[in-house]
Nanobody, 115 residues
Framework: QVHVVESGGGLVQPGGSLRIACAAS????????MTWVRQGSGKGLEWVSS????????RYADSVKGRFTFSRDDGKNTLYLQMNSLTVDDTAVYYC????????WGQGTQVTVSS
């Protein structure tokens, strides 16, 4: 079956960094567009970043551009979101999904930014 599983969330202080992971199974992640979205408490879903096939690179929401980096490790069939200079506004459940228009979603990993 096609699945993605997020991990690596936790508690981090403002200004700190965290790397979360998305492990893909049942498909090769490098052959499909992949997307991170997030949902803060009481808020709607927000698109964060997408990574594309065929060397087309990455795109980021204005709210995270310059602070977050989306990457793939093809050997591990795993994707990562490196998050730097975190603020309280980054607190959310982060979801990994298949497609530039998200289709199959994982269960999410909680990122909490608090002092």
């Amino acid at each position: 079956q096609v699945h993605v599983v997020e991990s690596g969330g936790g508690l981090v202080q403002p200004g700190g960094s965290l790397r979360i992971a998305c492990a893909a199974s049942g498909f090769t992640a490098s052959t499909l567009h992949m997307t991170w979205v997030r949902q803060g408490s009481g808020k709607g879903l927000e698109w964060v970043s997408s990574i594309y096939v065929d060397g087309r690179g990455t795109r980021y929401a204005d709210s995270v551009k310059g602070r977050f980096t989306f990457s793939r490790d093809d050997g591990k069939n795993t994707l990562y979101l490196q998050m730097n200079s975190l603020t309280v506004d980054d607190t959310a459940v982060y979801y990994c999904a298949i497609g530039d228009i998200p289709r199959t979603w994982g269960q999410g990993t909680q990122v909490t930014v608090s002092s």
